[in-house]
């Protein structure tokens, strides 16, 4: 059965940081044949998760796939949860959105670069870090165990987690 799967990220489209770092993911680890379609919506960062324009892409695109089923995946930092109010609010209000939707929850902790790269990254520096990540097949580099966690942890996520639902694995964990 073919699949659609719809990637929310937090980046925006000029840059695209977010599809660069998952895409890769995705590269790495499954088999993406023809029977899977993968979109982004970039939201523009994490507090636009349910803006207008979020919201009427996915379902633009869940309405426009006509070959099977369809599969929204919200990929977000944590940014500072534990010491941060604000962030812990907005990321648990995430959460609760996604889970009323319907929608899966991709978290990185704290921001994707440091997931990726092992350390946060200025916002000027960010686009070319993640274009060199991908050039220098940086990807390979990255400890499969610290994108398949359950808890927040500084420099892990959960991506393979939530994608091992849906997709085939090419690499199995020991």
């Given amino acids: 059965m073919a699949l659609q799967i719809i990637i929310c990220v937090e980046a925006d489209k000029r840059s695209g940081t977010d599809n660069v770092y998952v895409g890769e993911t995705l590269r790495r680890f499954y088999e993406i044949g023809n029977d899977f379609n993968i979109n982004y919506v970039n939201m523009g960062g994490k507090s636009k998760y349910k803006a207008t324009d979020v919201t009427r892409k996915i379902k633009q695109l869940t309405k426009d796939y006509k070959l099977g ?18 962030h812990q609010k907005e990321l648990n209000e995430i959460i609760s959105y996604t889970k009323n939707n319907g929608y899966e929850l991709v978290w990185f902790c704290h921001d994707v670069e440091e997931v990726f ?22 990807i390979k580099q990255v ?32």
């Fill in 143 to 174: 400890n499969e165990k610290q994108l398949a966690v359950s808890k927040y942890r500084k420099c892990t996520s959960n991506i393979l987690t939530v994608f091992d639902r849906y997709l085939k694995r090419k690499i199995k964990m020991p």
């Fill in 117 to 138: 790269v092992g350390n946060s990254i200025h916002k000027d520096a960010k686009k070319t870090q993640a274009l060199n990540f991908k050039k220098k097949g940086e």
């Fill in 69 to 86: 089923e369809t599969v929204v995946v919200y990929c977000i930092d944590t940014d500072n949860y534990e010491s941060n109010a604000d």
